[in-house]
């Protein structure tokens, strides 16, 4: 006898979980997405994710995104670049990418305008936010957000700004973890009250494998999923 793929399994027990948690804090079932993360997973696990019906997917590296979308090509995957993103890769991602949800400084946001450009494309944005103390983390600083924004809103036509994401402190005390999701929402709350002519902060990308629940109960309306999807990874360079 087969057995089936834990993948479409876990999946499964994801979206009821998420579900669960979404209803428990005070909004439907069906609010919260779920953005596997494939970083460091060859194509066959992405098959098996979109067999549970996953389309987007989430990765770390521009390279990563090149090439799997090479190997995806007659396929629906929807690539997300949710790693840090270095400004000599924004051809990459203007080419194979539907999402980034790390755009946090001016000059990215300039180098993937003219490749969006060149390539005649647009791109969905999430201004990635530093909420964590971690020198580690990325993201742009809260005091800068509104500027930013608004700078966006002026120069950068091709990228859509839809919303914000940003990464918990690695912690082992939770509240510190939840003040981190509780921090974004706040400053998207006080954005929309600037009311930045051309920019929508709907979504709020924020949670992973460890954290999703404390992420849900903050507020996020999509978290990203990678080790309770796929299982654990190896970071051996391929």
Same mark, same amino acid.
């Given at each position: 006898m087969i057995q089936a793929s834990p993948i479409?399994?876990?999946? @499964? *027990?994801?979206?009821?979980?998420?579900?669960?948690?979404? /209803? @428990?804090?005070? /909004?439907? @079932?069906?609010?919260?997405?779920?953005?596997?993360?494939?970083?460091?997973?060859?194509?066959? @696990?992405? *098959?098996?994710?979109?067999?549970? !019906?996953? /389309? /987007?997917? !989430?990765?770390?590296?521009? *390279?990563?995104?090149?090439?799997?979308?090479? *190997?995806?090509?007659d396929s629906s995957v929807q690539w997300v670049m949710i790693g840090h993103l270095q400004t000599n890769k924004a051809r990459d991602i203007a080419r194979h990418a539907h999402e980034i949800q790390s755009l946090d400084r001016q000059a990215l946001a300039e180098a993937l305008e003219r490749r969006l450009q060149l390539e005649g494309r647009s791109l969905d944005a999430l201004v990635q936010v530093k909420t964590s103390p971690e020198p580690s983390k990325f993201g742009l600083d809260p005091a800068e957000l509104e500027d930013f924004l608004s700078f966006l809103a002026r120069e950068t036509p091709s990228l859509r700004v839809q919303g914000l994401m940003t990464m918990a402190v690695n912690d082992s005390d939770r509240q510190a973890v939840r003040a981190c999701f509780r921090r974004l929402r706040e400053l998207r709350d006080a954005m929309l009250q600037k009311a930045i002519p051309g920019i929508t902060l709907e979504r709020l990308s924020m949670g992973m494998s460890g954290d999703y629940d404390l992420a849900i109960a903050e507020g996020s309306t999509e978290v990203r999923i990678g080790s309770a999807i796929f299982g654990g990874r190896s970071y051996t360079s391929t």
């Amino acid at each position: 006898m087969i057995q089936a793929s834990p993948i479409p399994t876990r999946i @499964a *027990q994801l979206r009821t979980r998420i579900d669960e948690l979404a /209803r @428990a804090a005070g /909004r439907p @079932a069906g609010s919260v997405a779920l953005l596997p993360v494939s970083k460091t997973f060859g194509v066959d @696990a992405i *098959q098996e994710a979109m067999a549970a !019906g996953m /389309r /987007r997917f !989430g990765e770390n590296k521009a *390279q990563d995104i090149r090439d799997k979308s090479g *190997q995806l090509a007659d396929s629906s995957v929807q690539w997300v670049m949710i790693g840090h993103l270095q400004t000599n890769k924004a051809r990459d991602i203007a080419r194979h990418a539907h999402e980034i949800q790390s755009l946090d400084r001016q000059a990215l946001a300039e180098a993937l305008e003219r490749r969006l450009q060149l390539e005649g494309r647009s791109l969905d944005a999430l201004v990635q936010v530093k909420t964590s103390p971690e020198p580690s983390k990325f993201g742009l600083d809260p005091a800068e957000l509104e500027d930013f924004l608004s700078f966006l809103a002026r120069e950068t036509p091709s990228l859509r700004v839809q919303g914000l994401m940003t990464m918990a402190v690695n912690d082992s005390d939770r509240q510190a973890v939840r003040a981190c999701f509780r921090r974004l929402r706040e400053l998207r709350d006080a954005m929309l009250q600037k009311a930045i002519p051309g920019i929508t902060l709907e979504r709020l990308s924020m949670g992973m494998s460890g954290d999703y629940d404390l992420a849900i109960a903050e507020g996020s309306t999509e978290v990203r999923i990678g080790s309770a999807i796929f299982g654990g990874r190896s970071y051996t360079s391929t």
